[in-house]
């Protein structure tokens, strides 16, 4: 298949987890890829698992300098972008008496602010016609506890699709957001949860589930090739849930 040959995208952490699926089956798609991380080895190991064939970008999205950088970065490899993934992103849990000005920040810069300003240095590459397309949660739509900051991330960035869409009709960029329900990724292990919590804490959510299993991150990255490619011309400042019905059910 070719849904998405001749096409140039760029996925924000695509070294792992839902990232990499997507720049896998981009690729397997036909188009030109770019991944960025904030770490060169595991964006070595990537490149790696890919055949060598996807680009790479050392680039910190919560760090506004090296965002800065970016666009340059990428015109180094490609003078316009038809698909940018706004993907990169952390999850961190505590209940609000616990909460610290650098719990706060640190998931506030990368996921909102590092989106953001990601998408603004380089919406003068992305084509018009293009696509841009925002990781965000279901947790935006749910009352867990522990998860207030984490959420309020995800929800700002569904504001976001909305928002840009107007904004960008224009240029006829689409703008459109995944809410993926529980996916088996890296997550899980950097959301700040004891270890011997973890396997606590999967088997309850698993339970929650009514498909009566976590998805996997390749399930996700073929919803975000719908967004990336034509087949979704018609759609923008939508959401697509991708949960096993969690909350849909």
């Known amino acids: 298949m070719s849904r998405l040959q001749n096409k140039t995208a ?3 952490g695509g070294n792992s987890g839902i990232g990499f699926a997507t720049a896998k089956e981009f690729l397997e798609q036909g ?28 680039s910190n999205t919560s760090n506004l300098g090296e965002i800065r950088s970016l666009a340059k970065q ?18 961190k849990f505590a209940p609000i008496e616990a909460v610290t000005e650098e719990h706060f920040d640190e998931q506030f810069n990368t996921n909102v602010k590092g989106a953001y300003f990601t998408i603004q240095e380089l919406l003068p590459l992305i084509k018009d016609g293009g696509s841009i397309i925002l990781n965000t949660s279901i947790s935006a739509h749910m009352g867990m506890a ?16 909305r928002t840009l869409s107007a904004e960008l009709l224009p240029r006829r960029i689409r703008v459109n957001a995944i809410s993926p329900g529980p996916v088996t990724t890296p997550i899980f292990g950097k959301m700040g949860i004891p270890a011997e919590q973890i396997d606590g804490l999967k088997t309850s959510i698993q339970g929650q589930v009514p498909i009566g299993r ?36």
């Open 10 to 12: 760029l996925i924000t």
């Open 31 to 58: 188009a030109t890829v770019i991944i960025t991380g904030r770490s060169q080895a595991s964006l070595n190991e990537a490149k790696k698992e890919l055949n060598g064939k996807v680009h790479t970008i050392l």
């Open 74 to 91: 990428v015109q180094q490899i490609t003078p316009q972008l038809d698909v940018v993934f706004i993907n990169a992103g952390i999850g």
């Open 146 to 161: 522990t998860s207030s900051v984490y959420s309020a991330t995800k929800a700002a960035l569904l504001t976001l699709t």
């Open 214 to 249: 976590f998805g996997e991150p390749a399930e996700i990255a073929k919803v975000a090739t719908f967004f990336a490619s034509d087949d979704s011309s018609f759609v923008l400042g939508a959401e697509l849930i991708a949960d096993g019905g969690m909350i849909t059910l």
